[in-house]
């Protein structure tokens, strides 16, 4: 049931655009990105609902294909604030609604 | 400020013996969450509870760990007897009553080495 999320890592200049996809092989109820800094806890970042719209936070962005039970984060002109790692989290439409988290993408951003 | 507190934020154990989790989720918040974190695994979750109750604990190994919400104000995650392997950084999350669909706060977690 964990999602899967690419790609691993990233490093990007200043400045630069990133994405990063996660994706489940079952029918999701929600999408959930959370952004981690070293030794840190991980903070919530958005969620995409089942139905619901493309989500925004300053400069991140996130979708959400329900047909292909994808998300996407898009990051624009990164800053230097953005470095960490980001995990998508999902809930199915099945079950206990429990929220999974893929493996993490490492992103770096440098000068 | 409302937090998410555990406690002990690092913990060093020896092989075979117990260990004890604790974590006080936001007030109000009625499901916690309690995940693993290695550098293999990622977060795994362990275990979480709606209104104290146990919804899933299927990815807890069941012969050595378990999950209790004795109150509203406590969650208490505990290895006996613990082993190396179960070194990780444990993370408990509170959420409120949209629950999943709403935000989780997560404490800063507990850093567990078992020698």
């Known amino acids: 049931q964990q999602p899967v999320q690419s790609p691993q890592a990233v490093i990007l200049r200043e400045g630069e655009d990133a994405v990063i996809n996660c994706s489940s092989s079952k029918a999701l109820y929600s999408v959930h990105w959370y952004r981690q800094k070293h030794g840190e806890a991980p903070v919530f970042l958005m969620i995409l609902l089942k139905g619901g719209e493309q989500k925004g936070h300053e400069k991140i962005s996130a979708s959400f294909n329900e047909k292909k039970q994808q998300s996407s984060l898009y990051l624009t002109a990164s800053q230097l604030s953005y470095s960490g790692t980001y995990f998508c989290g999902t809930a199915i439409i099945q079950g206990a609604q429990k929220l999974v988290f893929g493996q993490g993408t490492r992103l770096t951003i440098n000068p | 400020d409302a937090r998410v507190t555990q406690t002990p934020r690092h913990k060093v154990t020896e092989m075979g013996q117990e260990v004890t989790m604790r974590c006080q989720p936001i007030l109000g918040h009625n499901t916690v969450f309690w995940y693993r974190q290695t550098m293999m695994q990622g977060l795994e979750l362990l275990a979480y509870f709606r209104n104290r109750a146990p919804l899933d604990d299927s990815g807890m190994p069941k012969d050595r760990f378990s999950a209790e919400m004795p109150d509203a104000t406590l969650a208490t995650l505990k290895i006996q007897p613990s082993e190396p392997r179960d070194s990780a950084v444990y993370f408990c999350?509170?959420?409120?009553?949209?629950?999943?669909?709403?935000?989780?706060?997560f404490g800063e977690g507990s850093r567990l080495t078992v020698l």
């Open positions: 999350a509170s959420g409120g009553l949209a629950g999943i669909t709403g935000e989780l706060f």
